[in-house]
């Protein structure tokens, strides 16, 4: 069974304060790994895929790192708008359902 | 670009009765996806349809829970006999391809009095 296990799941930073999020996975076979925004009462935003281990991938403040058993979400001198919970979830080579972890909660105080 | 539409946003309904929940795929998405995020938990798939085809339902319960995605027209999440565990909300997501990154809507909640 494929599992995502996303740490910390909740963190607080200063603006300006760089920081990474991590997901770790277990995957017969991946296809991407994505990487989502949720902001509250609204659907996960989709930010990036990672197809193959060494890969990376940034928008703006943001950029994406894989592994073979992980992957990071590095936040480059946050601003208060990026406050957000950030999802990470695996999609295997045997179909299309996408499994999420559990989120981490990104707050950024001015 | 109109992004992907579920409705109604909130659906309240009481024990026992039955909840459709509607989603209208992002333009030229044929590949539609439903997830379940529960208090306090992940998102978790539910069902995999293409037009008139469900691919895959191996997340949904066994009873009371069907799918659709007819030739025209939104997909439709069908929910019989509601009961207080059904309560959560239910996202839909698009891709074109089923390879390609889904696309979500901003979700039904549905609370269960």
């Known amino acids: 069974e494929d599992q995502v296990t996303q740490s910390p799941e909740a963190l607080r930073l200063q603006e300006g304060e760089s920081s990474s999020l991590n997901c770790s996975y277990t995957?017969?076979?991946?296809?991407?790994l994505f990487w989502y925004r949720q902001d509250p009462g609204k659907g996960p935003e989709f930010l990036f895929t990672?197809?193959?281990a060494g890969e990376e991938k940034e928008k703006e403040r943001l950029k994406a790192t894989l592994t073979k058993k992980e992957s990071f979400l590095h936040i480059t001198a946050p601003k208060p708008e990026d406050s957000a919970t950030y999802l990470c979830?695996?999609?295997?080579?045997?179909?299309?359902?996408?499994?999420f972890g559990e989120g981490t909660q990104l707050t950024v105080n001015p | 670009n109109a992004g992907v539409m579920q409705n109604p946003r909130h659906l309240v309904r009481r024990r026992g009765q039955e909840a459709r929940l509607r989603c209208s795929p992002m333009?030229?998405?044929?590949?539609v996806y439903w997830y379940r995020q529960l208090p306090e938990e992940g998102l978790k798939f539910m069902v995999y349809?293409?037009?008139?085809?469900?691919?895959?339902e191996s997340g949904m319960p066994k009873e009371r829970f069907s799918a659709e995605f007819p030739k025209e027209g939104p997909s439709i999440l069908r929910i019989q006999q509601v009961v207080r565990g059904d309560s959560a909300a239910y996202f839909c997501?698009?891709?074109?391809?089923?390879?390609?990154?889904?696309?979500f809507g901003d979700g039904t909640r549905l609370s269960i009095l």
């Open positions: 997501a698009s891709s074109p391809e089923g390879y390609q990154p889904q696309h």
């Open positions: 349809l293409q037009k008139e085809n469900i691919i895959d």
């Open positions: 990672l197809y193959s």
């Open positions: 979830a695996v999609q295997a080579s045997s179909g299309s359902r996408l499994t």
């Open positions: 333009k030229g998405h044929s590949h």
């Open positions: 995957v017969s076979g991946l296809r991407g």
